[in-house]
């Protein structure tokens, strides 16, 4: 166990919806980062968050947002959904940029 | 542009040493080297992490060269359990991007 929590473990929705992902890093870790895993993408860094502030941005399309609340959880939010948003979403969390990330196991999102 | 490359799939046998090797261009100097074990429907375990020359933990060894433009996990003795897929991820200019390997699947037989 990682001690990082991701809710929900599956969600099954349709093209256009809108869908938020939560993250509960582990005790002490400041930093949350978000990843996308497809098979034909492989894992691609999303956004990090570093003690509520956004510290680095990577592959995120505009139709997706993040953010981190004041007691360090984080939110994904997906919105005008597409069939190929369907993937795993993976959170982690680290003290900071450089030391390990750990990863939860993920919330599988499925648009049909 | 930030990239990073691995061997596809590799086969070892039961109680053989593992060498799997990740090649990372344009990486910072103070950027880290994470190595990662994921197994179907899990999230990536975090394995060994370093910065230079050699690392060791209980599960692993991590060898970065000089020129830190690559980096080999080294698992002692593999089992049927580490049968996964291993992931190298790198931080990219100073921990403004992290760019994971395309990941090596490790087959061990008995």
């Known amino acids: 166990d990682s001690g990082v929590t991701q809710t929900p473990k599956h969600l099954i929705t349709a093209t256009g919806q809108r869908v938020t992902l939560r993250c509960s890093p582990r005790?002490?870790?400041?930093?949350v980062y978000w990843y996308q895993q497809s098979l034909d993408q492989g894992l691609q860094f999303l956004i990090q968050?570093?003690?509520?502030?956004?510290?680095a941005k990577g592959n995120i399309l505009e139709r997706f947002s993040a953010q981190q609340f004041p007691d360090l959880h984080s939110e994904l939010n997906l919105s005008s959904l597409e069939l190929g948003d369907s993937a795993l979403y993976f959170c982690?969390?680290?003290?900071?940029?450089?030391?390990?990330?750990?990863f939860g196991d993920g919330t599988r999102l499925s648009i049909l | 542009l930030a990239k990073t490359t691995q061997p596809i799939s590799m086969d070892s046998y039961e109680g053989q040493e593992v060498n799997i090797t990740c090649s990372h261009n344009?990486?910072?100097?103070?950027?880290?080297i994470t190595w990662y074990q994921q197994f179907p429907s899990q999230g990536p375990r975090f394995i060994i992490q370093?910065?230079?020359t050699k690392v060791t933990n209980e599960v692993a060894s991590l060898f970065i060269p000089a020129d830190r433009k690559s980096s080999t996990l080294s698992l002692p003795r593999v089992s049927l359990s580490d049968t996964a897929v291993y992931y190298c991820?790198?931080?990219?200019?100073?921990?403004?991007?992290?760019?994971f390997g395309p990941g090596t699947r490790l087959s061990v037989l008995p």
């Open positions: 982690a969390s680290s003290v900071d940029s450089y030391q390990p990330q750990h």
């Open positions: 005790s002490g870790d400041l930093s």
């Open positions: 968050y570093y003690n509520g502030e956004e510290r």
């Open positions: 344009n990486i910072a100097t103070n950027d880290y």
């Open positions: 370093g910065y230079k």
């Open positions: 991820l790198v931080g990219f200019n100073y921990g403004q991007n992290f760019v």
